[in-house]
């Protein structure tokens, strides 16, 4: 039976009926990475040094050292990365089940929404609305909010730092707990640089993302790209963090499988 | 009166640059004391402890009593130019390419005669001041100076090869946001520099200072972030050329010491900033600078390197940023060395704590940004290779000359 499954996933993957849609940024220097005030420790940005390409250091071959954050680039939240989540079982990138890096994805899109206003927050309100459109959310599934936020210039309107703190779309303190509650959700992703709004340390509790979803066990996946390539429903996500012990995070590819439209 | 410099046309790009060329550098290690003297713009003299007699040139015993007690000492700065000559042929390929060039006989106040470059504006007969002052080569040259300061005398031919003068010049300040950076931009613009080009290392950070600077036309904002190697070769690669005075306001400071402090990421993010950041500088601006250490007169000249007086001796309460300070100040001596061959001087400023948000708690006196300003202006117009601006930093001076053992122990009892 599940021969049979996974030889007709790979003759639909290779006739293209199954599309893979990369979702993540590249890793460059330039990347924005979250920012903390400056007392506090901070995330290193990604950067590489050439080992050697093909000359005296190193005649035959090319290579690079690289440096960053758990949370660099695109990259998956363990729920060990939160206080609230810090004892709970199989909470690190390395214990986290198997099962846990593949999942269906529910996109939810609030780009003209998050166009219109930066510091826009989803909204049960709003998830019903979609709800009522696609059907409602199934257990275990990713919820991930489209914003267009990776198609800004990086990385000046992509952090869009004000006097009073970055200004970027997220959920807000009351659809968190409610989509774990009531739609058992796997997890949250989103383009901008955290799975909080911008101006999330202001919220009740702050940070709410990370504060329930960590909590309860759940994942985070941010700095996305590529959701607008996503249907609203039916794309399975390929998640797995690097394995690193007691990670809290990690930088991955995340690769989405969509049923081809034509 | 010396012909006031104009500013210098545009470079024909077709010609040949002119290539770096050294005045005569070989010296005896006694006389390397003229050079410590010019280094730090003193005009000091061995002066011998017996007989009191002055020497010049450096000797290793009394050329009178024939002691061997020289001390090198502050002397007046004062003599009379007795005779002057200005050469139209030299076999050296310095100074053929420079030609004419004055030289003349100055009798010091203090004693002996000397063999000095010699200033247009100063008259046979009449009184000069005289200066040490380090040359193309780094090492030092008395230059005599008209007794009262003429107009423009800054731009006369002599002078300006000892000196590193912004005026004309272009400069690069690595960090412009910063609270020293803000101030060099402005005061190299007072000091006549045609263009400032302000590296920015956060783009995405507010700064109404850094933006009220970047209208001035002469001031280009320019993306740069040296703990990224990439940035830092992107940005040589489309300005290094243009660099005349590159200043390095880059600073990562941070309080607490190592033995009771688990952060050792800060560590790391100061040595990243601060010295391996002045290590990228130097691999990717050194090169195309010393390249053009003999490029006309508004020639690159100079590297300064924004340092802490704690680079010396370590103080314990900030002992991680000060190791990084001392890594710095280690590999400022290192580029002075490599950057001697094109001419190109390395300038250290070093400052005690400084007036801005990570010496909040630090009493008074602190050394305000724009001191520090002009102390680099100052530094690059006479020529030296260090400076310690505001009071702290000299006192420091003076006692790690004093008694370096003491003042370490002193910095180990302070909080």
Redesign the interface.
Same mark, same amino acid.
């Given at each position: 039976m599940s021969t049979t499954v996974l030889s007709q996933f790979m003759a639909e993957l290779l006739s293209g009926k199954i599309r893979i849609v990369d979702l993540t940024e590249t890793l460059t220097? /330039?990347f *924005?990475t979250i920012?903390m005030p400056p007392e506090f420790?901070?995330a290193w *940005?990604f950067?590489? /040094?050439e080992i050697s390409r093909y000359d005296e250091r190193g005649p035959a071959w090319y290579w690079n050292n690289f440096s960053m954050s758990e949370h660099t680039g695109t990259h998956f939240d363990a729920p060990v990365h939160w206080v609230s989540g810090k004892d709970l079982p199989d909470n690190t990138v390395d214990s986290i089940p198997l099962e846990s890096f593949i999942a269906d994805a529910c996109v939810i899109d609030c780009s003209a929404e998050s166009r219109e206003n930066p510091d826009f927050l989803l909204t049960i309100d709003f998830v019903k609305q979609w709800e009522a459109r696609h059907g409602t959310i199934p257990a275990r599934s990713w919820v991930f909010m489209r914003t267009d936020w990776s198609q800004r210039q990086k990385?000046?309107d992509?952090?869009n730092?004000?006097?009073d703190g970055a200004h970027s779309p997220g959920p807000d303190a009351q659809v968190v707990p409610w989509l774990i509650k009531e739609r058992d959700v796997h997890g949250f992703g989103t383009e901008s640089v955290g799975t909080d709004a911008g101006q999330a340390q202001h919220l009740d509790p702050p940070y709410p993302c990370h504060y329930f979803m960590h909590g309860n066990n759940r994942y985070g996946l941010q700095c996305m790209t590529n959701l607008h390539q996503l249907p609203p429903k039916g794309a399975v996500i390929f998640s797995a963090p690097l394995k690193i012990r007691s990670g809290s995070g990690s930088p991955l590819r995340v690769l989405a499988l969509v049923p081809n439209a034509s | 009166m010396t012909q006031p410099l104009s500013k210098p046309p545009r470079k024909n790009p077709v010609a040949r640059t002119r290539q770096p060329t050294l005045p005569p550098a070989s010296r005896s290690r006694r006389t390397l004391g003229l050079t410590a003297s010019a280094a730090a713009g003193r005009f000091d003299l061995q002066v011998c402890q017996e007989c009191r007699a002055v020497q010049y040139p450096p000797r290793e015993v009394c050329h009178r009593c024939l002691s061997d007690q020289l001390l090198w000492q502050p002397v007046a700065p004062r003599g009379t130019l007795l005779a002057s000559t200005t050469l139209h042929h030299s076999n050296d390929l310095f100074f053929r390419e420079r030609l004419p060039w004055r030289i003349g006989t100055v009798q010091l106040e203090s004693g002996p005669r000397a063999i000095a470059h010699v200033h247009g504006d100063c008259e046979d007969g009449k009184p000069v001041k005289l200066a040490l002052k380090l040359d193309r080569s780094g090492q030092a040259v008395m230059i005599a100076l008209p007794e009262k300061a003429t107009p423009n005398m800054e731009d006369d031919k002599v002078l300006r090869e000892t000196s590193c003068d912004p005026k004309f010049r272009r400069a690069l300040v690595t960090d412009g946001k910063s609270a020293v950076g803000l101030a060099v931009i402005k005061a190299l613009l007072d000091a006549g520099a045609t263009t400032v080009f302000a590296g920015d290392p956060h783009t995405w950070k507010k700064n109404r200072a850094f933006d009220a600077l970047c209208e001035d036309p002469r001031v280009l904002p320019q993306a740069l972030d040296i703990t990224d190697t990439d940035s830092v070769e992107r940005l040589s690669r489309s300005i290094g050329g243009k660099v005349e005075i590159l200043v390095n306001t880059a600073d990562y400071a941070r309080e607490g010491g190592i033995l009771h402090n688990r952060d050792l990421l800060k560590a790391q993010d100061a040595f990243n900033v601060n010295c391996l950041g002045l290590m990228r500088l130097a691999q990717h601006f050194g090169p195309a600078m010393a390249g053009r250490g003999a490029d006309g007169t508004a020639n690159a000249v100079a590297w300064v390197n924004t340092l802490s007086i704690y680079a010396h001796l370590n103080l314990p309460s900030r002992g991680m940023w000060s190791a990084s300070q001392a890594a710095a100040l280690s590999a400022s001596q290192c580029l002075r060395n490599e950057l001697r061959p094109a001419g190109i001087r390395v300038v250290n400023v070093f400052s005690g704590p400084i007036d801005y948000e990570w010496e909040q708690l630090t009493p008074p006196p602190r050394v305000s940004p724009s001191a520090i300003a002009s102390a680099i202006v100052r530094a690059l117009r006479d020529g030296v290779e260090e400076a310690y601006v505001g009071d702290v930093a000299q006192e420091f001076l003076a006692r790690m000359h004093d008694n370096p053992k003491g003042l370490e122990r002193e910095l180990g009892t302070q909080s």
């Open positions: 220097p /330039e *924005p920012v420790g901070q *940005p950067r590489i /040094e990385p000046n992509y952090l730092m004000k006097d | -």
